[in-house]
């Protein structure tokens, strides 16, 4: 099968399936490792793939840069750096709903002519796929209406405004979670069939079932510093945790948490610092690495469409503590928001920093192996990369046959 990918896709995920030195390439569109994996097991299966994304370094000479590999061609589509004020002589890319980085993309969909295409996220992507005008299917990562909720910026109103033009004119939607499908059954005419984001297979090649350490080494991961995310619950939190239990270390990834920015400011200043390391923005594997090197993941989100960084502490055999009511992430971890022992989560309140802190103490009871192992297990079953494409491809073949929700 000739399949399309179209999403947010960094180089350094595809870099192993060019031919070609990506040392001069663009860089792609970080933050999505899942594009890869996607591809990369795609291709496994003898498919060709073509991959199309946007880097706003190629604005300045307007040109479409492709690289290939064996059935892998990957197209780079340049897009406006500036999201209101002018690029050169264009509007910023928000003010006219990403029409130029829609046009580039189209523009390069219709070139490699794939026999179907999947585009991720509700816009700009998935708008070019539509308007390419081939078979098609769309993975909705996120719920425009609830992120826009927790964001209230116009930035966030004119993408809402996309997605639901996403929703009227595309055909065919899948979703990562069975709370994604709830929250978008509203949007679409036709039921949404859930497949979740895979990880990785050196993920997967990591980890094991742990015994109770005697170390309290906890880790939080949290791109950005706002209500969605909820850090401040949790970092007062392991401040108690850590009166009572002072060997206990808070390790701090993501955007916002590096040293000296908000987050360690913010410690800082609340008195609350003591304990805590702040790596910040870290690359996927060397991510990867060191969690496997802590005993726990602590998740605050009050709202997760999914939780990939769930997903792969538990394969990695961590614990969690996270969210009764945010979102995906009761399903994600096999709990209907009940805190079973034979689930891998001590799930809780996360807006309230006494009830975490309580979890934190509840993780590392005798339950503490079962807990590792029913997360290790599952995501195994459930978020491997072979079952998530199996998914995909048995979608794709529906697609091409005009036999979906029928």
């Given at each position: ?89 264009r ?12 046009q ?71 979703t ?25 297979d ?83 594997k ?22 990939v960084?769930i ?10 503590v996270?969210g009764?009511?945010s ?21 809780t ?10 979890a ?29 494409t ?17």
């Amino acid at each position: 099968m000739n399949i399309g990918i179209v999403g947010p896709i960094a180089t350094e995920y595809v870099a192993d399936f060019l031919a070609t030195n990506t040392d001069n390439l663009p860089r792609g569109y970080p933050g999505a490792p899942l594009m890869g994996v996607l591809i990369g097991q795609l291709l496994k299966q003898g498919h060709k793939v073509s991959a199309f994304t946007t880097d706003s370094s190629l604005y300045a000479s307007g040109a479409t840069v492709k690289a290939s590999g064996p059935n892998f061609d990957f197209y780079i589509c340049p897009s406006r750096p500036r999201a209101w004020r002018f690029n050169s002589y264009r509007l910023g890319r928000a003010i006219d709903g990403f029409a130029y980085e829609i046009q580039q993309l189209k523009n390069a969909i219709k070139l490699a002519n794939p026999e179907i295409v999947h585009a991720h996220w509700t816009y700009e992507f998935a708008n070019a796929t539509i308007k390419a005008g081939r078979p098609h299917l769309i993975t909705c990562h996120d719920a425009p209406a609830v992120v826009f909720r927790y964001t209230r910026s116009l930035y966030r109103a004119i993408r809402y405004l996309v997605a639901r033009q996403v929703f009227r004119n595309g055909s065919y939607f899948t979703t990562v979670s069975t709370y994604m499908a709830s929250s978008l059954r509203n949007y679409v005419k036709d039921d949404i069939e859930v497949v979740p984001n895979p990880l990785a297979d050196y993920v997967l090649e990591k980890g094991a079932p742990r015994a109770r350490p005697e170390t309290r080494r906890i880790g939080l991961i949290c791109n950005g510093w706002d209500l969605r995310k909820n850090p401040k619950p949790a970092l007062e939190a392991f401040a108690k945790l850590r009166c009572r239990q002072p060997i206990a270390e808070l390790h701090l990834y993501g955007v916002d948490f590096e040293v000296g920015g908000h987050a360690q400011t913010w410690c800082i200043q609340q008195g609350l610092n003591s304990g805590m390391v702040f790596h910040g923005v870290t690359p996927h594997k060397q991510l990867i690495e060191q969690l496997e090197q802590l005993d726990l993941l602590l998740h605050p989100a009050l709202e997760e469409s999914f939780g990939v960084v769930i997903a792969e502490a538990m394969a990695l055999g961590l614990p969690i503590v996270a969210g009764q009511n945010s979102g995906a992430v009761p399903w994600v971890v096999g709990s209907e928001g009940v805190m079973d022992i034979d689930c891998c989560a001590v799930l809780t309140d996360v807006s309230d920093s006494l009830k975490i802190s309580a979890a934190l103490d509840e993780v590392f009871d005798e339950g503490y192996l079962k807990r590792s192992l029913a997360g290790y297990l599952r995501a195994r079953k459930m978020f491997s990369p072979k079952a998530v494409t199996d998914s995909y491809l048995a979608i794709y073949k529906r697609i091409l046959l005009g036999s979906v929700n029928e």
